[in-house]
């Protein structure tokens, strides 16, 4: 295949230029740049991993950093509701004795540059854990400090606590971010903070207990800002002033962030107490590793994330951030059906809602000496140097690897009785809809073999469709093609990796299978449905931003104040992006090789009322989208 001229020409201009300066006459002593590669899911890391050992003769230095979900091997703490507190207490303790033999693994020589598994997976890292005695997560840790490259979740670079908790040093480093089109919403929420009453009231409760002396005077600093923020949170809404419903179980309002600097004021916490607050929950915090022998009783990990998410608002915040946020008082009025984690009629919560993801994106763009946001679905283009703060100075949108006629891709305004069928809230809840919707799904069956992938907008959608076709008796006939399956909202029980397994076998057995998956939910990425997993994807509707959410509303009016003096995008034009940033993503799931064939169908009449529509698909899907 050639190389895109768009893409090369630049590169080699670039190339061309460094070639031509002089080299220094002196001498300056070698730094090894680090360099961090990052992806949204550890399945997805696995796969760069692998695509390394099997296709590159690189060979570094290399670490793999992950949680202990993924890496620990002690029996008791890897079953434990907590693993992060558990294993702190059986460090602490001295009881884990894996811990005590992380450093045989670091030390093997196997796992060292040039070594026989030097490009490793965290099954490897884990099986010579079991062998060596050793633990694994410790040794990834100590591992990362002098790795070459390291490979991470993307939300360890862009989470200020997580990269201080994993001592991830960014100075000088080369970022690559792989899967970045969730970029932009990652760093909105790693600097956002949410504070619920559960978690003042539990920390109250620790703060206050009966303790020591010298855990005492730390407790009783920490204990002022979080009776504070208690109060502040009763009294506002303790008031009816200002707030708005949402929906038929909230209420909420809308204040500034100077609004909460005042408040702050109010009970003392301010930048003059920061460092006094931050030297206390040190004091207090379990370090999760080797560690001197104290008096003082550590607090559980979750209050000190939570202690120190107050201070990251307070430092946020004086530092001239405040006017990137929205704070957002929501008290429940009926009890919300949202399993063991919903909340209650009553229970109230402060959302510090950061309304400009470059503020949590600041640290790399100021620290790193080159970011690299690359992924099959970046497209629309258009709002990712004003969103995060960083101009790229190469901006590619490359071909497919596959050929044109390895890629059906059609536009389909009708259902085959001739109804438009036009995917909008109003539609999405008639009948007629809904039948027409099943009868071009139908038809779709009857003519693909193997795997079907169909999205939609929404869970109430697919409630609504899965009652509808039972009533008509549609979803007994669709069975009889396809063996059908439903994404689940979670994967309580191993319900998504069933599911996937499941699915597997109904491929396997020639009957093939189809999945109703949601847009922006698992299904939407970090799966490779290759091959016959997925000869299809169709896309129902156009999967916009709730625009009754507040949050969504406030990122509007947000990026409508701003759009001049930042160079943001009108609110409506990040709305459009966000919907098909999404949109995009679910048509990936079809071709994942460069062998690889499929189809991909939008059942929707506005891509064939507007070639705007299409203008927002990957460049590699517009020449070839025909629209009927």
């Not at 907590?82 to 009881?95: E, Q």
């Not at 702050?264 to 207090?284: I, W």
Request: charged share 25%; net charge neutral.
């Amino acid at each position: 295949m050639d190389l895109d001229p768009d893409f090369i020409e630049p590169l080699k201009k670039h190339v061309e230029i460094a070639f031509e300066k002089e080299a220094p006459s002196y001498q300056v002593p070698f730094k090894q740049t680090k360099i961090y590669v990052a992806s949204r899911t550890q399945k997805q890391i696995d796969q760069m991993v692998k695509e390394l050992r099997e296709k590159s003769p690189y060979r570094p230095k290399m670490s793999i950093m992950g949680s202990r979900d993924h890496y620990c091997i002690n029996s008791k703490v890897s079953k434990a509701d907590d693993k992060n507190d558990a294993c702190d207490d059986a460090v602490s303790n001295g009881s884990c004795f894996y811990h005590k033999g992380f450093q045989k693994i670091v030390d093997a020589e196997e796992f060292k540059a040039q070594g026989s598994s030097c490009v490793w997976d965290i099954e490897d890292l884990k099986a010579a854990g079991k062998k060596k005695r050793g633990c694994p997560y410790f040794a990834s840790r100590d591992m990362a400090a002098r790795a070459d490259i390291v490979f991470l979740p993307y939300n360890y670079l862009i989470d200020p606590f997580i990269r201080e908790a994993c001592d991830i040093v960014l100075d000088d480093a080369i970022v690559i971010i792989d899967e970045a089109h969730n970029i932009e919403s990652v760093a909105t929420d790693a600097a956002s903070v949410q504070i619920d009453e559960r978690i003042l009231d539990e920390s109250l409760r620790r703060l206050k207990a009966e303790v020591n002396e010298i855990t005492f005077e730390h407790y009783q600093k920490l204990a002022v800002p979080v009776a504070g923020i208690k109060r502040w949170l009763d009294n506002t809404c303790a008031g009816e002033e200002g707030f708005v419903d949402q929906g038929t179980i909230s209420r909420s309002k809308i204040l500034t962030g100077m609004d909460a600097i005042s408040a702050f004021k109010e009970f003392g916490l301010t930048m003059d107490v920061h460092s006094t607050l931050l030297n206390s929950l040190k004091q207090v915090t379990p370090k999760g590793g080797d560690q001197e022998k104290t008096e003082i009783e550590f607090l559980p990990k979750r209050v000190c994330n939570f202690l120190n998410s107050i201070l990251y608002i307070l430092k946020t915040f004086s530092s001239g951030h405040w006017k990137e946020y929205r704070v957002i008082m929501t008290q429940y009025t009926a009890d919300e059906d949202n399993g063991r984690n919903g909340y209650n009629a009553g229970e109230k919560l402060i959302h510090f809602h950061c309304m400009n993801p470059a503020v949590a994106f600041e640290d790399l763009t100021q620290k790193t000496k080159s970011i690299i946001l690359t992924s099959g679905t970046l497209s629309p283009l258009a709002s990712f140097s004003s969103e995060l703060g960083v101009d790229f100075a190469y901006t590619v949108e490359a071909p497919h690897a596959v050929e044109r006629d390895q890629i059906w891709i059609g536009a389909v305004p009708k259902s085959p009785s001739g109804r438009v069928m036009k995917g909008i809230y109003t539609e999405f809840n008639r009948f007629e809809y809904q039948d027409e919707l099943g009868e071009s799904i139908l038809r779709i069956c009857s003519v693909i073999p193997d795997g079907i992938l169909v999205f939609l907008p929404s869970y109430s959608l697919l409630s609504n469709l899965e009652r509808r076709w039972t009533q008509t008796k549609l979803i007994r006939k669709m069975g009889v093609m396809k063996d059908i399956y439903i994404e689940p909202r979670t994967n309580a029980k191993g319900a998504f990796d069933n599911l996937l397994v499941d699915f597997g076998e109904s491929i396997s057995s020639g009957k093939g299978g189809i999945i109703f998956c949601i847009y922006r939910g698992k299904m939407s990425e970090g799966i490779d449905f290759k091959d016959e997993r997925a000869r299809a994807v169709v896309c129902v509707g156009i999967p916009y931003p709730n625009i009754k959410d507040i949050r969504v509303q406030q990122k509007k009016e947000y990026n409508n104040m701003f759009s001049k003096s930042k160079g943001l995008v009108n609110g409506n034009a990040w709305v459009e992006i966000q919907a098909f940033r999404a949109l995009n993503q679910a048509l990936g799931r079809c071709i994942r090789h460069k062998s690889d064939w499929g189809a991909m169908i939008f059942l929707e009449s506005r891509f064939c009322d507007s070639n705007h529509t299409i203008s927002n698909l990957p460049k590699w899907t517009r020449a070839s989208t025909k629209q009927y």
